[in-house]
C-alpha cells in the first residue's frame, strides 16, 4: 500500500510552546490529507481536512487558531499546535487520500504530544 | 454516512479464523463498507474495502450480506500480531470530502 510518514514519532514540550507536526506522503502525491487526534483506549477523531493550496477545514469543535494546518505540496501537511498545554497531550495521526481507485485512505504511524 | 455497529472485544485462538461482525443496518445504495484496524500505539492500517461483492485479498475476506445490512471481516489464520482494533467503517462513494469517521471498533485479541 503507499507509505505515509510522519515525524517527530514522539515529542515532550513544555506548556506554552508550540509543536510541529509534518506528515508528508512517500511515493504518491496528496491533494487531501486529514489530521485525526486520539486520546488513550478512545477512538480516533477528525480534526481537520488539509487541502492543499487552500485552507484546511476543521470539524465543529476544533480551535483553527490552536491547531495550524499547512499543506503547502502535494506530499506534504503541517500540524502546528500552538500554546500547547498539558490538555492538548495526545496521539496525533494523520492520512492522505491516493487519488485513484476508490480513494482509500493511508494513515501515518502517529506523533505521540506530551506537553509538560 | 451510514453509523455502524460492531461488539466492543472479540478474541480467537491462534492458528483459527477470526471472524468480526459489523452491522451497518442504514447503509444506502452508494456507500462502501471499509475495514481498518489498529495496532497499539500505530496508525491505522487499511485492510479491505468492499460495495456489494465480497472481497478477499492477502489480508483477508469481507463478506457482505445480500441486502447490504451487514458484513464480516474474515481473517483466515489468526497469528498473535493480528491483536488489534478493528474498525468497521461505512462511506458514501460519492462523498467528495473523502474523510472517514471512526466508531469504536472491535477489540480483538489473538490468544497463544
Known amino acids: 500500500g503507499a507509505v505515509v510518514s510522519q515525524h517527530p514519532s514522539r515529542v515532550i514540550c513544555k506548556s506554552g510552546t508550540s509543536v510541529k507536526i509534518e506528515c508528508r506522503s512517500l511515493?504518491?502525491?496528496?491533494?487531501?490529507m486529514f489530521w485525526y487526534r486520539q486520546f488513550p483506549k478512545q477512538s480516533l477523531m477528525l480534526m481537520a481536512t488539509?487541502?492543499?493550496?487552500?485552507?484546511?477545514?476543521?470539524e465543529q469543535g476544533v480551535e483553527k487558531d490552536k491547531f495550524l494546518i499547512n499543506h503547502a505540496s502535494l506530499t506534504l501537511s503541517t500540524l502546528t499546535v500552538t500554546s500547547a498545554h498539558p490538555e492538548d497531550s495526545s496521539f496525533y495521526i494523520c492520512?492522505?487520500?491516493?487519488?485513484?481507485?476508490?480513494?482509500?485512505?493511508?494513515f501515518g504511524e502517529g506523533s505521540r504530544l506530551t506537553v509538560l | 454516512d451510514a453509523k455502524t455497529t460492531q461488539p466492543t472485544s472479540m478474541d480467537c485462538a491462534e492458528g483459527r479464523a477470526a471472524n468480526l461482525p459489523c452491522n451497518h443496518s442504514?447503509?444506502?445504495?452508494?456507500?462502501?463498507v471499509y475495514w481498518y484496524r489498529q495496532i497499539h500505539s500505530q496508525g491505522p492500517q487499511y485492510i479491505i474495502h468492499?460495495?456489494?461483492n465480497n472481497e478477499t485479498n492477502e489480508m483477508a475476506s469481507l463478506i457482505i450480506t445480500e441486502d447490504r445490512k451487514s458484513s464480516t471481516l474474515i481473517l483466515p489464520h489468526a497469528t498473535l500480531r493480528d491483536t488489534a482494533v478493528y474498525y468497521c467503517?461505512?462511506?458514501?462513494?460519492?462523498?467528495?470530502?473523502?474523510?472517514?469517521?471512526f466508531g469504536s471498533g472491535t477489540r480483538l485479541l489473538v490468544r497463544p
Open positions: 511515493d504518491f502525491q496528496a491533494t487531501t
Open positions: 488539509s487541502n492543499e493550496g487552500s485552507k484546511a477545514t476543521y
Open positions: 467503517i461505512v462511506r458514501s462513494r460519492m462523498d467528495s470530502s473523502y474523510k472517514l469517521i
Open positions: 468492499g460495495l456489494k
Open positions: 442504514t447503509i444506502s445504495g452508494n456507500e462502501y
Open positions: 492520512s492522505a487520500r491516493v487519488e485513484q481507485g476508490a480513494g482509500e485512505l493511508f
